[in-house]
DNA sequence: CCCTGTGTCCGAAACGTTTCCAAAGCAATC
DNA sequence: GATTGCTTTGGAAACGTTTCGGACACAGGG
């Protein structure tokens, strides 16, 4: 920058100025400066830019789980889109998946000094990003020990659409199960609970599966279990897109297929064998809303309380859901 | 870093020595300062750190197409694991799909002084990257105007495999769909060229079919014109694992079912009613391996000419490819 | 002619590090 | 006791930007 400045005949201030909107320059001026930039091929160090006092940088940090798994990669793809629209980059954190690594990967972008994070939060207290003074959007999930924004999914309500469409079927024994993270999995839960309350049913507890990890593999080894038992069930709500892929792995070995409701959509749900009946939302959506929120935030546009956004929920029929009890 | 010093008696350089592996300090004196930056909560600023000449910030960009895509959300997240092993950040561009969009966040990328870029490129021409003094690998295909690291997958010993194996079926007329991403695309059909020499056939043109967009849609149609025509092909090469999607959707109103092979394995590949056959190669091995070498650019470790790098790809029978001629 | 206001421009200060040079302390050698 | 060399420490300079107070020029009003 002093070069162009010295190249154009200028000050530093005059060059800044053009830099960024460039008001209080007079025109003569100002396209002598830019035709140094261009000559120079000068380029704004975005480093030296954030270290002035209260700037920060104009990226995003975005902390989430498995980018394989095509719900996360949804929502980076939405914040990335958003992002880059205000001319923002996205910052990726490393996730080690253990809370202690989230913790770490957090506190390193915050030594990056971003201008916002935005973050699936694995269970764990994340007390300690209340100081910090950066705004911090959730994203599918609260935190714990901190009030900030969070924009998710009515999980309870899309278990409920997930159960009750069960019932309607006439199914009296309806499985759930449950990857486990822990919140949106209880929620969803609870609308299991609940679907079955407003049909009158008694729920058996022991169909309310608890997986050990919200892999396919573990989904599979548990419906296979679960389809041996004396009295199986005979439909099944699979609590994540990740758990239906075991479940539908494990049917494949089963006589009496009973009907599955999957949690999420997923690519191909459509061309299985039998098509897979789903509760789905705007997962694209919920990205954006989250990028926006954190860039008014960061921006300080919005100025308001934390705010709790809460995304629809939708039952898409294929057919896998309206199997009839056998 | 300033308070710290201040609270521990001590100056800034020891500060400094202590925050980054501390050699030449007394362990005494070194014990001091870290009670110090614990009791004040101090962290780094990775910002300022990155100022000083000749340093980089400790992040790598990555500049690549849509994450929604399982390849592209693949090789992200084994860059990110290599990277957050050796303690970097990943920056995602925000890419708009054109080549001018695309070369706007590499210069934006760059201003913010990562320490190198990952980049599955777009067409056009790259040269502008030469003169940046900064390390740069391609991933996936290489990049025209500049002579860097190239890490890929053999697409053109993939296309072979493919074709050969249905032309080991016996099918005379094998079609190959193609997405128009012009550099892998070509390789591929460059190997079911071969393919077909080899086996001492001729490639009837009129089965080598460009898509005018590489998505499921476009595929689809295409398919279905083709399987419409008098004379359709027996075997089909999808170019791509979204071809793939768009083909298998279009062969579900078809009677006669011709064999059909993918490019790049996919989710649920072995669950369609009839499993899919593909010639696949290890993504994230591709995605580890150019981080890898990035990183290794970028620390100077890795001092050699420009590398080419090029990982196998197998055929993994499922069905699909081994249906006979009809 | 002086004063004031406005529009433009200049350049020093500040941001939080790292690096480098110099200084200080200490032990060993002469 | 002086000299030398090594280890440890202190602090200034530098990085490239933005911001801010002030300077300068010019116009208009008194």
Chains 1, 2 share one sequence.
């Not at 699936?120 to 009030?147: E, N």
């Not at 449950?178 to 058996?204: F, I, K, M, N, Q």
């Amino acid at each position: 920058m002093i070069d162009v400045a010295k190249r154009a005949g200028v000050g530093l201030g005059t060059v800044s100025r053009v830099v960024n909107g460039g008001a209080g320059v007079r025109e003569e001026t100002a396209s002598r400066v830019r035709a140094a930039i261009n000559e120079l091929g000068f380029q704004r160090n975005e480093v030296a830019r954030a270290l002035r006092p209260g700037k920060k940088s104009s990226s995003l940090a975005l902390v989430l789980g498995d980018l394989t798994n095509p719900f996360y990669a949804t929502i980076a793809k939405a914040a990335l889109e958003v992002a880059g629209q205000d001319g923002f980059a996205v910052v990726l954190g490393s996730v080690d998946e253990d809370p202690e690594g989230e913790r770490r990967a957090i506190q390193e972008l915050i030594g990056r000094q971003v201008a916002g994070l935005m973050i699936v939060p694995d269970q764990g207290d994340h007390s300690f990003l209340a100081g910090a003074g950066i705004p911090v959007v959730f994203v599918d999930r609260p935190a714990h020990g901190i009030d900030a924004d969070i924009v998710m999914v009515d999980n309870e309500g899309g278990g409920r659409l997930a159960t009750e469409h069960l019932l309607a079927q006439g199914h009296q024994r309806v499985a759930i199960l449950l990857a486990p993270s822990y919140y949106t999995t209880g929620r969803r839960l609870r609308g299991y609970r609940r679907a079955h309350r407003g049909a009158g049913l008694e729920v058996d507890e022991s169909l309310v599966v608890q997986l050990p990890e919200g892999t396919a593999e573990a989904a599979e080894k548990a419906t296979r279990e679960l389809m041996h038992r004396p009295d199986p069930p005979t439909g099944l709500f699979a609590s994540t897109n990740f758990v239906a892929e075991g479940v539908l792995r494990a049917l494949r070995e089963v006589n009496k297929q009973p009907a599955v409701v999957g949690f999420d959509d997923f690519r191909m749900a459509d061309m299985l064998p039998t098509p897979v009946t789903v509760v789905a939302s705007d997962t694209a959506e919920l990205g954006r809303i989250a990028a926006r929120l954190l860039l008014d935030r960061a921006a300080g546009t919005d100025t308001r309380g934390p705010q709790r956004i809460t995304l629809p929920c939708a039952l898409i029929q294929r057919g896998s859901g309206e199997r009839p009890p056998t």
